[in-house]
C-alpha cells in the first residue's frame, strides 16, 4: 500500500511504516526521488556542473603541457629558462583550479 503524502511521516497508517524506524520506505524513496529532481533543476547544480567540467578541462590541459615539456626536455630542445617557466604556468593552472573548486562548494553550500 503505497501512501497518499510523504509530507508528515508520522500521521500515515501503520501499515506504511517500518515498525522498528517508524519511517515510511515509500516516502524514503519519494523524497530522495524529489530531492534528486530539484538538485536537477536549480541554478547551483548547473553552476556545480559547469564548475566540474572546468575541472576536468584544466586538469586534462595540465597534463597535456606535463607531458609535452617531459618530452621536449628529454629530446634537450627546450632551455631550463623554459621549462621553469611552464612548470610555474602548471603551477597557476593548479591554484587556479583550487580556487574554481573552492567557489563552486562555496556556492553549493550556501
Do not use: G
Not at 48 to 75: G, P, R, S, T
Not at 86 to 96: G, I, N, P, T, Y
Request: charged letters at 15%.
Amino acid at each position: 500500500m503505497a501512501c497518499a503524502s510523504c509530507e508528515n511521516v508520522k500521521s500515515q497508517p501503520s501499515s506504511c511504516r517500518l515498525p522498528i524506524l517508524s519511517f515510511n520506505v515509500t516516502c524514503v524513496s519519494y523524497e530522495r526521488a524529489t530531492a534528486l529532481t530539484l538538485v536537477e533543476d536549480t541554478p547551483v547544480a548547473a553552476a556545480a556542473a559547469l564548475a566540474a567540467a572546468v575541472v576536468v578541462v584544466v586538469v586534462v590541459i595540465v597534463v597535456v603541457v606535463a607531458a609535452a615539456v617531459e618530452v621536449l626536455v628529454e629530446l634537450v630542445v627546450v632551455e631550463v629558462a623554459v621549462v621553469e617557466l611552464v612548470e610555474l604556468v602548471v603551477a597557476a593552472a593548479v591554484v587556479l583550479l583550487l580556487v574554481v573548486v573552492a567557489i563552486a562548494e562555496e556556492e553549493i553550500s550556501s
